[in-house]
């Protein structure tokens, strides 16, 4: 139980492009997910908390037009990084907590890399 | 402010036993978790405590201790895959997730 997909797993793309990734939790409903990016060797460093129906909560220092999140329902959120560029190549990964719980459950994360 | 400590690398042997120690400070405390993270993958959830006190699930077992602000993760009989990063994480009153830096352990033969 309590697991949660990613989609893509890798993108690569050119600057200036947007490119959207998919947060589903599938077996479970998640009223909030959270939006992470990892630079390598790096902790995780928290970007965004979605509520299902709601506008996101976003990070200080964290652009929120330029990180567009939706959260629709209560198993897809997504996450669509407006005109990329080199320096927002990481590694972003979401996370689903349940209704009824505490425990946030990653997704696989999704790899971006702009060229 | 809110702050989680845990050591920023440990090593030990495959086979042996390790304990990685995490203390945290926070507004408010609804629970501690720790999850593992392979280099290159997302974290995996391995436990959660909130109340004082050892769980155990397998060869991995979690302590709290809420007076003192402090918990471990123990980790018996190490197995090579074992060798992750291990994230200390404590869930303050606003339900947000407060992270640790994480540990790297490295298991060596």
């Known amino acids: 139980g309590a697991v949660v997909s990613q989609h893509p797993s890798w993108v690569i793309c050119k600057s200036g492009t947007s490119v959207k990734i998919e947060c589903r939790s599938l077996d479970f409903q998640a009223t909030t997910m959270f939006w992470y990016r990892q630079f390598p060797k790096q902790s995780l460093m928290l970007m965004a908390t979605s509520n299902e129906g709601s506008k996101a909560t976003y990070e200080q220092g964290v652009e929120k037009d330029k990180f567009l999140i939706n959260h629709a329902s209560l198993t897809l959120s997504t996450l669509t990084v407006t005109s990329a560029h080199p320096e927002d190549s990481s590694f972003y990964i979401c996370?689903?907590?349940?209704?009824?719980?505490?425990?946030?459950?990653f997704g696989p994360g999704t790899r971006l890399l702009v060229l | 402010g809110q702050n989680i400590d845990q050591p920023t690398e440990m090593t030990a042997t495959e086979g042996a036993i390790v304990q990685i120690n995490c203390t945290y400070q926070?507004?408010?405390?609804?629970?501690l978790f720790w999850y593992q993270q392979h280099a290159g993958e997302a974290p995996t959830f391995l436990s959660y405590n909130v109340l004082d006190g050892l769980e155990e699930k397998g060869r991995f077992s979690s302590f709290l201790s809420r007076s003192k602000g402090y918990s471990y993760l123990l980790l018996k009989e190490l197995q090579m895959k074992d060798s992750a990063s291990y994230l200390c994480?404590?869930?303050?009153?606003?339900?947000?997730?407060?992270w640790g830096a994480g540990t790297k352990l490295i298991i060596k033969p």
């Open positions: 926070t507004s408010g405390f609804n629970g």
């Open positions: 994480a404590a869930l303050d009153s606003n339900y947000q997730l407060i």
């Open positions: 996370s689903a907590r349940e209704l009824a719980g505490m425990t946030q459950y």
